[in-house]
């Protein structure tokens, strides 16, 4: 399975990565505010690292990312 950054979508549709996976709200390095480059720097996190996990591992970082939603 081949993800791109391109994917890394907010929920209307703003890309969050860079074409190169780096931070950068509508895919400009940089740029967004503190809470939507803290976003993007999460979604560069799971960019760079989770493509070499297993499914297990992916439930259990999803289910840690759980424990934040109200």
Not at 42 to 51: K, L, R, S, W, Y
């Amino acid at each position: 399975m081949s993800i791109e950054a391109k994917q890394f979508l907010t929920g209307s549709g703003r890309r969050v990565l860079t074409n190169e996976g780096r931070q950068g709200m509508g895919g400009v390095a940089g740029v967004g505010s503190s809470t939507e480059k803290m976003q993007g720097y999460v979604a560069e996190a799971v960019f760079e690292n989770c493509g070499q996990l297993d499914n297990q591992q992916l439930d259990d970082i999803i289910s840690w990312i759980q424990l934040y939603k109200s």
